[in-house]
């Protein structure tokens, strides 16, 4: 449970910081206003960094993993929260503001940004769980599929939804002349796309021997999802 709370606590550092007036500047998160329209700029960075360092605290107090899937889980965490990931992607995002950027690279940054902890989520379990290489060769592609999606329906969302059903206010993306994949291949087209990356997710989960009902659910809750 140490490393689920650990990427519980960076994916909330994360949005804490996403959302101050240096970033995304946004008002609004999970229906409530945000960290630092509540406590101000300066706690709500210093709220992120104490979550982050947090998370690596937790994950060397757990007791049941051997040495090594700890050091492997504790790498895999860092890699996916650092500059070759979530940060890495932040910063990218952060220089393509006011900018066009084509689709390719609009896939590399996200899958920094957004795709990053989702691979290292899913990663985690393998590395604790001594997953064998099939296994882990699918959910890994799983996880690639699964972090794409969330990302199309979010740039869906950031045009189609209201404060009300997303808890934040819609239109960042928009606000700050992002480009996303509404904006690079059209509404329609970017519902289109969600619906191919959500069946190769289906796809990669078929050639795992056990029951994955559940991760097959999530990839169908983002396909409708409405927040």
Known sequence: KEFLCAMECIHTYSLVHDDLPAMDNDDYRRGNLTNHKVYGEGMAILAGDGLLTYAFQLMTENKTATPQQKIDAI????????????????????????????????????????????????????????????????LMEYANCLGLLF???????????????????????????????????GLEEAKNQAS????????????????????SALIDYLLERTN
């Open 75 to 138: 790498k895999c965490v860092a890699t996916a929260a650092g500059p070759e990931g979530m940060v890495g992607g932040q910063a990218f995002d952060m220089l393509s503001e006011d900018k066009h950027i084509p689709l390719e690279e609009l896939k590399v940054l996200h899958s920094g940004k957004t795709g990053a902890l989702f691979n290292a989520s899913v990663e985690l379990g393998l590395i604790l769980g001594n997953a064998d290489t099939t296994t882990r060769k699918a």
């Open 151 to 185: 990302q199309i329906t979010d740039d869906i969302l950031d045009v189609t939804g209201t404060i009300e059903e997303l808890g934040k206010t819609p239109g960042s993306d928009i606000r700050q002349h992002k480009s996303t994949y509404v904006s690079l291949l």
């Open 196 to 215: 191919l990356v959500g069946k190769q997710a289906h796809n990669a989960l078929n050639s795992v021997s056990y029951d994955t009902s559940i991760l």
